[in-house]
């Protein structure tokens, strides 16, 4: 559903255009007798407007021309045509160019747009810059562009701002590259629109047209059950290229958002309150949160519906997300669908999910179609997988990749391989990482291995840490171990412990043997795959826990190599069960060895039943040492189950001694 003002609203709105329109008169309006004001009364600063009025109405009624044509143009801005007209028309007859100009405003207003070009031209052809910019502008009105073009850079040429403003829209309309430079004129004249267009233009040439504007705030919208997606990764930057002035890109960028930020922030002081955002957006980007914030309030009190929603984010990430929730109902109210989303995903993190559905559904009637994937995620969080799949599919029809990633997870878990595929290559085209690593796995579980690593290799260039890992074992068993390491190196710096393990045990195969130990050596410092060792076993990776543990009892760390063996026997290693029992039997703990082994033989380990074996025959209890014997036997390798029949046998004769 779309917000929409009361009536009260509306009328205000009413009242701003009938303002606007006013001020854009006045702006026309050229005051020339000012100057004669001055030069004739020096203590006309002290005088009220009354007194003014007063003044230049007995000086009028007298003939005097300079003050027919001031008292005109009070009048005139005063909004008293029938007042004014008189005045301005004995000034005009009189040859003053300022009354021309005012009389014209005057008949423009009165609907008589022709007999005001007419006047506007006479005062234009007598030098008034302000009447050559209302022509040139009555001109493009009617459709005349070059003439249009000839006045407003009459006005323009003599350093008239909304004349240099107006020209260079109409040269931008035409993609005219001249246009730049007469905003630049503008904006250093204070002409706000043309320093915020300016800065836009500055931005967009520094950050190339792919880029995205700041306007393009991250919803954070997601809510429910996970497919997995993850945020796409820059990618890094390429070499660098110099441009004719020898400066490198980079440089020169910088330079250009640096000049585009100082005519935003001009713009913003003078009241422009897009400009206002695009500000807050970049000081936010840098990490300067406190002036961001304060420019997004001043662009969101002045009407600003992003700005009021990029100042939700603002304080919801500060901590404070009952305010965050205040100026996302404002933003969301004036219609803007990112803040609708960011308060449904508010609701249905506290539980409220048909509230938080009434936002998503805001967000959606809104334009947004990130309402109709947050719909497709709150319904599948609930289980309502024939309703997710509505929403995710008029998400994905609207060119929401991730929902057609989503909707392509939904129909491959419902055994929909064939109907999946599509979704997840459409997705993949459009950019997302996720659905191009889900499109490997689909080929991978069909044995096309070849193409399976081809949209791994594409999800992994865009930083995907699984998809890295697949690539970078694709090339272990193909033997190419540099490109592997690459690949592994990237997916444990992005958080994947089985690459780190994986990463640590390439590294470890290329270390040399190691020598005996000598008396007094010092202690070695970890090498770099123990350290890699150590960040998978610190993750939770039983098999790195054991050559963790393995490398501290190497190096006669008992108490170190414990502590890893027991976790990763406590998280269902057998190895490290094994390993442990190893230590607690060399230490004269052997009762709570035995409890490792046989943790670890019911688990599997072959050897684990031998030791067990061995310990039942000591204690004399042979029945029960046959059995783990034949259990050895059962479970390998050769070697063991060689020395477990051997000593099954010997138990055998023993027992029938």
Request: charged share 25%.
């Amino acid at each position: 559903m779309v917000f929409m003002g009361d009536r009260a609203t509306l009328l205000e709105t009413g009242r701003f255009v009938q303002r606007h329109a006013g001020n854009a008169a006045d702006e026309i309006i050229e005051a020339a007798g000012a100057a004669v004001d001055a030069a004739v009364d020096t203590t006309a600063d002290q005088e009220t407007e009354a007194e003014t009025e007063a003044r230049h109405r007995l000086a009028a009624e007298k003939g005097d021309a300079a003050s027919m044509s001031v008292l005109g143009a009070l009048l005139l801005r005063r909004g008293d045509l029938d007042g004014a007209e008189p005045y301005l028309r004995g000034a005009t007859g009189q040859g003053d160019r300022a009354a021309a100009n005012n009389l014209g405003v005057l008949l423009h207003q009165r609907g008589y747009p022709d007999e005001a070009a007419g006047w506007w031209r006479v005062a234009a052809v007598a030098g008034s810059a302000p009447a050559a910019h209302a022509l040139g502008r009555h001109h493009r009105e009617r459709g005349d562009e070059p003439a249009a073009e000839y006045w407003l850079r009459q006005a323009a040429e003599q350093g008239h701002a909304l004349g240099a403003y107006a020209l260079a829209d109409l040269l931008e309309h035409r993609s005219d590259v001249g246009a730049e430079r007469w905003l630049r004129a503008a904006a250093e004249q204070g002409h706000r629109e043309a320093a915020y267009r300016l800065a836009l233009a500055l931005e967009r040439r520094a950050s190339g047209p792919a880029a995205r504007g700041p306007h393009a705030y991250d919803t954070g919208t997601g809510t429910g059950t996970s497919t997995g997606l993850r945020a796409v990764r820059p990618a890094s930057a390429g070499p660098e290229h110099r441009d004719a002035a020898g400066k490198t890109k980079p440089a020169a960028a910088a330079d250009g958002l640096a000049e585009a930020e100082q005519w935003f922030r001009q713009a913003a002081a003078r009241g422009h309150r897009r400009a206002a955002l695009h500000l807050g957006a970049i000081l936010e980007k840098r990490g300067d949160l406190k002036e961001a914030g304060r420019w997004y309030l001043t662009s969101a009190k002045d009407g600003e519906a992003r700005a009021a929603c990029a100042l939700g984010f603002l304080l919801r990430d500060a901590g404070d997300e009952e305010s965050a929730a205040v100026w996302w109902l404002r933003a969301a109210q004036d219609g803007d669908g990112n803040a609708a989303n960011a308060l449904g995903a508010l609701h249905a993190a506290r539980g409220e999910q048909q509230t938080a559905e009434r936002w998503y559904r805001a967000a959606m009637d809104a334009g947004d179609v990130n309402g109709a994937y947050n719909l497709g995620l709150l319904c599948a969080a609930q289980e309502r997988t024939a309703q997710a799949e509505q929403w995710y599919r008029r998400a994905a029809y609207a060119g929401h990749r991730e929902a057609a990633n989503a909707l392509a997870v939904l129909l491959l878990q419902a055994g929909d391989a064939n109907g999946a595929e599509p979704w997840f290559s459409k997705a993949a085209e459009a950019g997302s990482v996720d659905a191009a690593f889900n499109l490997g796995i689909l080929y991978a579980g069909r044995d096309d291995d070849r193409t399976a690593l081809t949209w791994y290799e594409r999800a992994a260039a865009a930083g995907h840490t699984e998809a890295a890992l697949q690539v970078g074992i694709a090339h272990l068993r193909d033997g190419d171990e540099q490109a592997a390491e690459r690949h592994l190196r990237c997916a444990a710096g992005g958080g994947s412990p089985e690459a780190a393990y994986r990463l640590a045990t390439v590294l470890d195969a290329r270390r040399p043997a190691p020598g005996p130990p000598v008396l007094g050596a010092p202690r070695e410092e970890k090498s770099e795959c123990e350290e890699w060792y150590e960040r998978a076993a610190q993750q939770g990776h039983r098999r790195a826990q054991v050559r963790v543990g393995m490398l501290a009892a190497a190096r006669g760390d008992v108490a170190e190599a414990a502590r890893w063996y027991r976790e990763a026997a406590e998280a269902g290693s057998r190895n490290g069960a094994f390993n442990l029992g190893l230590l607690l039997a060399r230490e004269g703990a052997e009762r709570e060895a035995a409890l490792w082994w046989t943790r670890a033989a019911h688990a599997g380990h072959g050897r684990a039943a031998l030791r067990l074996a061995l310990l039942a025959a000591r204690r004399g209890e042979l029945t029960e040492g046959r059995r783990w014997c034949d259990r050895a036997v059962e479970l390998g390798p050769a070697e063991v189950a060689e020395r477990a029949a051997r000593l099954s046998e010997a138990l055998h004769q023993e027992l029938t001694a």
